[in-house]
Nanobody
Framework: QEQLVESGGGLVQAGGSLRLTCGAS????????MGWFRQAPGKERGFVAG????????YYADSVKGRFTISRDNAKNTVYLQMNSLKPEDTAVYYC????????????????WGQGTQVTVSA
């Protein structure tokens, strides 16, 4: 059974850093684009970052450009999200996602979702 499992969330002060990890199992995700989405209370789930399977091109939402970095290790079937200079508005549940094509991923057309990990940034 294909599965994505996130870890690394937690509570951090504004200006701090966290690294989220997404481990994939049940399928080889090396030929899938991977991404991160987030959902804050009362808001829709939105795209945060994505990385293509073909050439590891990265994409970011404007709100996180320059602060977040997505990367992947295909040998470990793992994708990471390094989050620096965190702000209270980054508080949300963060979801890992997989989709064959990064263009679809950025539109939220996801094949596989993780269960989510909470990130809370205090002022």
């Amino acid at each position: 059974q294909e599965q994505l499992v996130e870890s690394g969330g937690g509570l951090v002060q504004a200006g701090g850093s966290l690294r989220l990890t997404c481990g994939a199992s049940g399928r080889t995700f090396s030929t899938y684009s991977m991404g991160w989405f987030r959902q804050a209370p009362g808001k829709e789930r939105g795209f945060v970052a994505g990385i293509s399977w073909s050439d590891s091109t990265t994409y970011y939402a404007d709100s996180v450009k320059g602060r977040f970095t997505i990367s992947r290790d295909n040998a470990k079937n793992t994708v990471y999200l390094q989050m620096n200079s965190l702000k209270p508005e980054d508080t949300a549940v963060y979801y890992c996602a997989a989709q064959k094509w990064v263009e679809n991923l950025r539109l939220g057309r996801v094949d596989v979702w993780g269960q989510g990990t909470q990130v809370t940034v205090s002022a």
